[in-house]
Nanobody
């Protein structure tokens, strides 16, 4: 069973940075797998914020994070990263990694990011 595993969340002051990581237990990223980072703030729906395709590295961002967040992949470590700069209190949320391989989507358990003012 493929299981994405997130790490790197925590408490950070407004204006600070964090880097989240997503690896896969029970498997590896392959070919045209698409890795997506979502977040869900308290009382809000889960929203996609960044995606990357494993093989060609094509990236997409939602408007609210473009220019501040960067998604990358590391073949050697077989993991993806989400670098988040310029964090604000509004970015407080649980951040989830999902991996889409073919028609199947696998979800991680999420990692909490809390931004203090």
């Amino acid at each position: 069973q493929v299981q994405p595993v997130e790490s790197g969340g925590g408490l950070v002051q407004a204006g600070g940075s964090l880097t989240l990581s997503c690896s896969v237990s029970g498997g590896t990223f392959v070919g045209d797998d698409m890795v997506a980072w979502y977040r869900q703030a308290p009382g809000k729906e889960r929203e996609v914020i960044a995606t990357i395709t494993w093989d060609d590295g094509s990236r997409h961002y939602t408007d609210s994070v473009r220019g501040r967040f960067t998604i990358n992949r590391n073949y050697h470590e077989n993991r993806t990263f989400l670098r988040m700069n310029g964090l604000s209190v509004e970015n407080t949320a649980v951040y989830y990694c999902s991996v889409k391989g073919g028609s199947v989507v696998y979800w991680g358990q999420g990692t909490q990011v809390t931004v203090s003012s």
